[in-house]
Nanobody, 121 residues
Framework: QVQLVESGGGLVQSGGSLRLSCAAS????????MGWYRQAPGKQRELVAT???????NVADSVKGRFTISSDNAKNTVYLQMNNLKPEDTAVYYC???????????????WGQGTQVTVSS
């Protein structure tokens, strides 16, 4: 069993900052990548940023220059530092992890429960 535990969401004024954390625990042999997606009301879930175990990052154009993704491989944890937040960043943010549970396993794709980020104008 694998769990993704997210923390750090909340309410912040426009221009403010928040830091999200997501820790993966359980039967994990190796993580391929971890990242963050978000879903605003009435919209589809979209990629925010992902990072591979080697440190390669993929960041959505809408948040480039404002959001930074990082990870601690020893802790199977990914972070999202969000600066200069805007009302359009309001959404539920979901942690995602792609990993193998054991040698030879196919890649598994897990989601966290989500954490609400609300940015007031």
């Amino acid at each position: 069993q694998v769990q993704l535990v997210e923390s750090g969401g909340g309410l912040v004024q426009s221009g403010g900052s928040l830091r999200l954390s997501c820790a993966a625990s359980g039967t994990i042999f190796s993580i391929y990548d971890m990242g963050w997606y978000r879903q605003a009301p009435g919209k589809q879930r979209e990629l925010v940023a992902t990072i591979t175990r080697g440190g390669g990052a993929n960041v959505a154009d809408s948040v480039k220059g404002r959001f930074t993704i990082s990870s601690d491989n020893a802790k199977n944890t990914v972070y999202l530092q969000m600066n200069n937040l805007k009302p359009e960043d309001t959404a539920v943010y979901y942690c995602n992890a792609v990993f193998r549970r054991y040698v030879g396993d196919r890649l598994q794709n897990y989601w966290g429960q989500g954490t609400q980020v609300t940015v007031s104008s």
